[in-house]
C-alpha cells in the first residue's frame, strides 16, 4: 500500500503545474496565503491542484480536481499588500486521499505519491524519439527563438520527466493538461502528447501558409500599382483608349438595355456625363461609379409572371407544412380573391407566432406557390431609419436602404418580401424604422416609394408583402393598422411527431447526402426525443436534435462495423444523454389549498400549481414564486373577494385580521405572469381557508374580477394539452372559450372533461370536494 502523508493544498486557477516544471503563479486568496506560510514551516512542500471551474472564487471539494502535483517553494516575492508571487518546481503527482478536517485556516489534504518508474526499454525509446522530433518541428513553426527553448528541454532526461516538460511547453489548453497530468501510464501518456503536438503542427502550418500569403498579396498589390500606372503613362503616349473609356462606355450599353423609366434614365444619364467629365484618380468618381452599379443592378422592367391557383397553393402548402390548417385556410382565402379580382392590392399579412412554428417558410411557400421571386428582410434589432430608406450620397461611405438591396436580390419588381421580426423594430434618436415601414406598407403611397440613396421613384405598389412578428405587443399601433393579422400556434406533440416523421428526417438525410435505409428511426425514439429532449412550440429544436442524433447514430454504425444501424428508443439515451425535460405529473392526492392551473409560455402550454397555506397572524399577505405584476394583481384580486363573501364560503369573516395567508407558484426562480391565473387563485384561498380538498384531476384557467366574474384567456388548445400530458382528466374554462374548444385535437378533447364557468362558484363548485352535490 502506498504512504501517504498530510500537506497543505492550493488550488490553482487557469494553471496546470507538472513535475520537474518551475512555473511562478500569484496567491490572493486568504487560505491559500496561509497555506504558503505552513509550507514554508514544514520543508516547503506545497501540494498544488487545478479547480474545474475558475470563476468560482471557493471551491469546495468537489470543485477540485483529485490529482495534482506535489511541488516545492523555491521563492516567495511580496508584490503588494494581499499577493504574494510564489516560483515552484514540481517534485511529482500526487493524489488526494481525504480532505482533513481542522480548525486550520487553510486547505489540509492527504496525499498519496503517484510516481511511476520507468524502465527504459525498445519501445518507450521509439516513442521518445519520435516525440522529440514532432516537439522540435513544432518549435520551428511556432517560435523564432525554438533553439533556447530545445535547451531547456533535455532529450536526455528520464522518459516521464521529458514528457512531461514537453507537455508544458507545447499543450496551451488546461483541460487537456489536467487529463496528461492524470495519465500515470508513461506510454499512454506519450501518445496524448504526441496526438496534441499533431494537431499543434497542422494548426502552425496553416498560421504561416496565411501570413505568407498575406505577405505576398501585399507585395503583388504594390507591384501590380507600379505596373498600371506604367501602362496608363504609355496608352496615353500611343493614343490608345484607357479603361476609363472602356468603363464609360460598359455604363452606356447598360442604360441602354436597362429600359429605365424616364425619371431613373435621366438620373443615371446625367450622373455617367459627370464621370465622363472627371479625372481617372477622382475619389467622387468612385462614388458616382457605385451608385451606377447600384441603379443598374435593379431589374426596373422584369416582372415575374404571377400564377395564382388556388388548387395548386393548397397542394403546395400541404406538402410543405404539416397541420396549421387555420393558417392555410387563411392564405388561400387570400389568394382566392387575388385570383378572381387580379387585383393588386390586398391586405398585408402577418403572421404571428412562436419561434420555430415555420413564418418564414410558409411565406417561401406562397412565394413557390404563386410563382413569386422570394426575398428577406430581417428587422430584429433594427433602430436606425436610413437602414430603410438608405443613406444620402453626401455622406461618406453612404449605402442603400434594405429596401434597395432586397429589391436587387429579388432580381423582379414583383417579389414576394418577407419582413422578418417586425416586433423587434426600435427607435432611437437616429429615428425610427417604422416610421418609413409605414410608406412601405401602404398601397397608396408605395408606388413612389424614395430611397434616399438613390433618389429616384421605385414602385413598389406590385411588390407582395407579408410580415412575421412572435408578438402584437411591441409593433406599433399605427404599423399594426396596416395588417391582417394571421396567429400561427404552437405545434401540438402529435403534429410534431407528425413533422418529424414526414418532413424533417427525410429533410436531415438529404442534407447529409445519406440513404434513408442505412438508418431508420423508430417511431417511438422520435417521441421520446420531442418528449424528453425539447420543449418548444415549433420545431427548430427538434430538427437539431434529430440532427445530433443521426450524426451520432452513423458515427456508432461505423465504429461497430455495421451496414444498417436502428435507432429504438432505449438507445436515445446513449445517444443524446440524459432526457433534459420531464413533464410535471399531478400528485394523485386530493389536498387542501393545492390547485393545478394552466399556463401559457413560449415554448407552449404548461401546467401551473399554485399553493396556498393559511398560518395564525395578523393579515398579512405574502405572495412567492417570481410572481410578474400582472399575477399579483390576480391575487390581490382574488383575496379581496374572497374577503367580501368569505360567509357564503363558510369561511370565519375576520380572517383577515388573525390569519397570515402565503400564495407561493413553485419553481420560484422561474418568472412567472399573465392574465389567467385569477380562477386559480381563488380556487386555492377558499380551500385553505375553509379546509376543504381539490380534487387531484381537476385543472383550470381563467382571470377572475372583483365581483366573481371568470374572464376569457388565450392559449387554450396549448393549455389544454399540458393539462392531458400531466394526467388531468378535467378542465374547467372560462364560459367565453367555449368557442375555442374545436380548436383542441379531437383525440386530447374526447378524453378530457371540459367545464365551462361564468361565474367563480360554477369553478368552486367542480373543483373543492364537499362543494359537488354529487361528491359522497
Given at each position: 500500500m502506498k504512504k501517504s502523508?498530510?500537506?497543505?493544498?492550493?488550488?490553482?486557477?487557469?494553471?496546470?503545474?507538472?513535475?520537474?516544471?518551475?512555473?511562478?503563479?500569484?496567491?490572493?486568496?486568504?487560505?491559500?496565503?496561509?497555506?504558503?506560510e505552513q509550507a514554508m514551516l514544514d520543508g516547503q512542500e506545497?501540494?498544488?491542484?487545478?479547480?474545474?471551474?475558475?470563476?468560482?472564487?471557493?471551491?469546495?471539494?468537489?470543485?477540485?480536481?483529485?490529482?495534482?502535483?506535489?511541488?516545492?517553494?523555491?521563492?516567495?516575492?511580496?508584490?503588494?499588500?494581499?499577493?504574494?508571487?510564489?516560483?515552484?518546481?514540481?517534485?511529482?503527482?500526487?493524489?488526494?486521499?481525504?480532505?482533513?478536517?481542522?480548525?486550520?485556516?487553510?486547505?489540509?489534504?492527504?496525499?498519496?505519491?503517484?510516481?511511476?518508474?520507468?524502465?527504459?526499454?525498445?519501445?518507450?525509446?521509439?516513442?521518445?524519439?519520435?516525440?522529440?522530433?514532432?516537439?522540435?518541428?513544432?518549435?520551428?513553426?511556432?517560435?523564432?527563438?525554438?533553439?533556447e527553448i530545445i535547451k531547456l528541454i533535455n532529450f536526455s532526461e528520464e522518459p516521464s520527466k521529458f514528457v512531461d516538460m514537453v507537455a508544458s511547453f507545447s499543450i496551451t489548453e488546461e483541460k487537456l493538461k489536467q487529463e496528461i497530468l492524470e495519465t500515470v501510464d508513461l506510454k499512454k501518456r506519450i501518445e496524448k502528447v504526441l496526438e496534441r503536438i499533431k494537431i499543434e503542427i497542422s494548426i502552425a502550418k496553416i498560421q504561416?501558409?496565411?501570413?505568407?500569403?498575406?505577405?505576398?498579396?501585399?507585395?503583388?498589390?504594390?507591384?501590380?500599382?507600379?505596373?498600371?500606372?506604367?501602362?496608363?503613362?504609355?496608352?496615353?503616349?500611343?493614343?490608345?483608349?484607357?479603361?476609363?473609356?472602356?468603363?464609360?462606355?460598359?455604363?452606356?450599353?447598360?442604360?441602354?438595355?436597362?429600359k429605365l423609366i424616364k425619371e431613373v434614365k435621366d438620373k443615371v444619364s446625367y450622373e455617367l456625363s459627370r464621370l465622363k467629365n472627371m479625372s481617372a484618380t477622382s475619389s467622387e468618381g468612385n462614388v458616382i461609379?457605385?451608385?451606377?452599379?447600384?441603379?443598374?443592378?435593379?431589374?426596373?422592367?422584369?416582372?415575374?409572371?404571377?400564377?395564382?391557383?388556388?388548387?395548386?397553393?393548397?397542394?403546395?402548402?400541404?406538402?410543405?407544412?404539416?397541420?396549421?390548417?387555420?393558417?392555410?385556410?387563411?392564405?388561400?382565402?387570400?389568394?382566392?380573391?387575388?385570383?378572381?379580382?387580379?387585383?393588386?392590392?390586398?391586405?398585408?399579412?402577418?403572421?404571428?407566432?412562436?419561434?420555430?412554428?415555420?413564418?418564414?417558410?410558409?411565406?417561401?411557400?406562397?412565394?413557390?406557390?404563386?410563382?413569386?421571386?422570394?426575398?428577406?428582410?430581417?428587422?430584429?434589432?433594427?433602430?436606425?431609419e436610413a437602414e430603410i430608406r438608405g443613406h444620402r450620397k453626401t455622406y461618406v461611405g453612404a449605402i442603400p436602404g434594405r429596401i434597395v438591396y432586397a429589391m436587387k436580390e429579388a432580381k423582379s419588381m414583383n417579389p414576394l418580401m418577407l419582413f422578418d421580426e417586425i416586433d423587434k423594430v426600435n427607435s432611437n434618436y437616429k429615428g425610427d424604422p417604422s416610421d418609413a415601414l409605414l410608406e412601405i406598407l401602404d398601397s397608396?403611397?408605395?408606388?413612389?416609394?424614395?430611397?434616399?440613396?438613390?433618389?429616384?421613384?421605385?414602385?413598389?405598389?406590385?411588390?407582395?408583402?407579408?410580415?412575421?412578428?412572435?408578438?402584437?405587443?411591441?409593433?406599433?399601433?399605427?404599423?399594426?393598422?396596416?395588417?391582417?393579422?394571421?396567429?400561427?400556434?404552437?405545434?401540438?406533440?402529435?403534429?410534431?411527431?407528425?413533422?418529424?416523421?414526414?418532413?424533417?428526417?427525410?429533410?436531415?438525410?438529404?442534407?447529409?447526402d445519406m440513404p434513408t435505409d442505412k438508418i431508420k428511426i423508430e417511431d417511438s425514439a422520435i417521441r421520446e426525443v420531442i418528449e424528453g429532449y425539447t420543449r418548444?412550440?415549433?420545431?427548430?429544436?427538434?430538427?437539431?436534435?434529430?440532427?445530433?442524433?443521426?450524426?451520432?447514430?452513423?458515427?456508432?454504425?461505423?465504429?461497430?462495423?455495421?451496414?444498417?444501424?436502428?435507432?429504438?428508443?432505449?438507445?436515445?439515451?446513449?445517444?443524446?444523454?440524459?432526457?433534459?425535460?420531464?413533464?410535471?405529473?399531478?400528485?394523485?392526492?386530493?389536498?387542501?389549498?393545492?390547485?393545478?392551473?394552466?399556463?401559457?409560455?413560449?415554448?407552449?402550454?404548461?401546467?401551473?400549481?399554485?399553493?396556498?397555506?393559511?398560518?395564525?397572524?395578523?393579515?398579512k399577505l405574502e405572495l412567492t414564486g417570481k410572481l410578474g405584476q400582472v399575477m399579483q394583481e390576480s391575487a390581490?384580486?382574488?383575496?379581496?373577494?374572497?374577503?367580501?363573501n368569505a360567509a357564503k364560503f363558510g369561511i370565519d369573516e375576520a380572517f383577515y385580521k388573525e390569519k397570515d395567508i402565503h400564495i407561493h407558484a413553485p419553481e420560484g426562480a422561474v418568472s412567472k405572469d399573465g392574465p389567467s391565473a385569477g380562477v386559480t387563485m381563488v380556487t386555492a384561498l377558499v380551500s385553505a381557508l375553509s379546509g376543504k380538498k381539490v380534487k387531484h384531476n381537476v385543472a383550470m384557467t381563467g382571470e377572475v374580477t372583483l365581483t366573481g366574474r371568470v374572464l376569457p384567456i388565450g392559449g387554450l388548445k396549448e393549455k389544454s394539452l399540458a393539462a392531458f400530458r400531466a394526467g388531468v382528466d378535467t378542465i374547467i374554462i372560462p364560459k367565453d372559450n367555449e368557442k375555442d374548444i374545436e380548436k383542441i385535437p379531437n383525440s386530447i378533447r374526447n378524453s378530457l372533461n371540459i367545464i365551462s364557468a361564468k361565474e367563480v362558484n360554477e369553478v368552486l363548485k367542480n373543483a373543492l370536494i364537499g362543494e359537488d352535490t354529487n361528491e359522497n
Open positions: 502523508y498530510i500537506i497543505p493544498l492550493i488550488p490553482l486557477r487557469g494553471l496546470t503545474v507538472f513535475p520537474n516544471v518551475v512555473v511562478h503563479f500569484d496567491v490572493g486568496r486568504e487560505k491559500s496565503t496561509a497555506a504558503i506545497i501540494f498544488l491542484v487545478g479547480q474545474k471551474n475558475s470563476v468560482v472564487e471557493e471551491p469546495n471539494q468537489d470543485e477540485l480536481y483529485s490529482i495534482g502535483t506535489i511541488c516545492k517553494i523555491k521563492q516567495i516575492l511580496k508584490m503588494s499588500d494581499n499577493t504574494i508571487r510564489v516560483l515552484v518546481e514540481g517534485q511529482e503527482r500526487g493524489e488526494i486521499v481525504k480532505y482533513i478536517e481542522d480548525e486550520a485556516d487553510y486547505i489540509k489534504v492527504s496525499v498519496q505519491k503517484l510516481g511511476n518508474k520507468v524502465v527504459k526499454n525498445e519501445e518507450i525509446d521509439a516513442y521518445i524519439n519520435y516525440l522529440d522530433k514532432e516537439f522540435i518541428k513544432l518549435l520551428k513553426l511556432s517560435e523564432e527563438n525554438y533553439e504561416k501558409k496565411i501570413a505568407n500569403k498575406v505577405k505576398n498579396t501585399v507585395a503583388k498589390e504594390q507591384n501590380d500599382y507600379y505596373l498600371r500606372e506604367q501602362i496608363k503613362a504609355i496608352q496615353e503616349e500611343l493614343g490608345e483608349d484607357d479603361e476609363e473609356k472602356k468603363e464609360i462606355a460598359k455604363y452606356e450599353d447598360r442604360i441602354e438595355k436597362a461609379k457605385a451608385y451606377l452599379d447600384w441603379v443598374l443592378d435593379i431589374s426596373w422592367s422584369k416582372h415575374t409572371k404571377e400564377s395564382i391557383d388556388v388548387n395548386k397553393a393548397r397542394k403546395i402548402l400541404d406538402d410543405e407544412h404539416y397541420g396549421l390548417e387555420d393558417v392555410k385556410d387563411r392564405i388561400i382565402e387570400y389568394l382566392a380573391v387575388k385570383q378572381f379580382s387580379k387585383s393588386q392590392k390586398g391586405p398585408i399579412l402577418c403572421l404571428v407566432g412562436p419561434p420555430g412554428v415555420g413564418k418564414t417558410s410558409i411565406a417561401k411557400s406562397i412565394a413557390h406557390a404563386i410563382n413569386r421571386n422570394y426575398t428577406r428582410i430581417s428587422l430584429g434589432g433594427m433602430k436606425d397608396e403611397q408605395n408606388k413612389d416609394f424614395r430611397d434616399s440613396y438613390l433618389e429616384v421613384p421605385m414602385n413598389l405598389s406590385k411588390v407582395l408583402f407579408i410580415a412575421t412578428a412572435n408578438t402584437l405587443e411591441t409593433i406599433p399601433r399605427p404599423l399594426l393598422d396596416r395588417m391582417e393579422i394571421i396567429e400561427v400556434s404552437g405545434y401540438t406533440y402529435e403534429e410534431k411527431f407528425n413533422i418529424a416523421k414526414n418532413h424533417l428526417v427525410t429533410k436531415l438525410f438529404k442534407e447529409l418548444e412550440s415549433g420545431v427548430r429544436g427538434l430538427e437539431r436534435k434529430l440532427s445530433s442524433l443521426i450524426r451520432k447514430a452513423l458515427a456508432e454504425m461505423l465504429k461497430q462495423g455495421e451496414k444498417e444501424f436502428n435507432i429504438t428508443n432505449d438507445k436515445i439515451e446513449a445517444l443524446l444523454g440524459k432526457r433534459i425535460f420531464d413533464f410535471d405529473k399531478i400528485d394523485k392526492v386530493d389536498k387542501v389549498g393545492v390547485v393545478t392551473g394552466m399556463a401559457w409560455t413560449a415554448y407552449g402550454g404548461d401546467t401551473l400549481p399554485i399553493e396556498a397555506m393559511v398560518m395564525a397572524g395578523t393579515g390581490k384580486t382574488a383575496y379581496s373577494y374572497v374577503r367580501a
